[in-house]
């Protein structure tokens, strides 16, 4: 069973960070482009981050960017968010995606697999 678990959410004060991680087991996602979202309660999941297969080509939604950055080691099958300087405003569920080929891409029609999300509350 394919399956893609986040890790490193949590509480933190604005201004602070946090870490989350993404572990691929089932198969391997060396060759797919990886992406995070994030879904605030009662609104629509949004774009946060992607990368392409080869962690070289990076895309950020501009909420985040200068703020978060998406990395992966795939030798550990891992994708990882770090979050920095945190806004009451990022607070969200956050879901770690693979895609459906080796780009990256900032539509969710082009991920095929979801982790089950990380909470990451920040509070003012």
């Known amino acids: 069973q394919v399956q893609l678990v986040e890790s490193g959410g949590g509480l933190v004060q604005a201004g602070g960070s946090l870490r989350l991680s993404c572990t691929a087991s089932?198969?391997?996602?060396?060759?797919?482009?990886m992406g995070w979202f994030r879904q605030a309660f009662g609104k629509e999941r949004e774009f946060v981050a992607t990368?392409?297969?080869?962690?070289?080509?990076?895309s950020y939604a501009n909420s985040v960017k200068g703020r978060f950055t998406i990395s992966r080691d795939n030798a550990k099958n891992t994708v990882y968010l770090q979050m920095n300087s945190l806004k009451p405003e990022d607070t969200a569920v956050y879901y770690c995606?693979?895609?459906?080929?080796?780009?990256?891409?900032?539509?969710?029609?082009?991920?095929?697999?979801w982790g089950q999300g990380t909470q990451v509350t920040v509070s003012s």
């Open positions: 995606a693979a895609a459906r080929g080796t780009s990256w891409s900032a539509r969710p029609s082009e991920y095929d697999y």
């Open positions: 089932g198969r391997t996602f060396r060759r797919n482009g």
């Open positions: 990368l392409d297969w080869s962690g070289f080509i990076t």
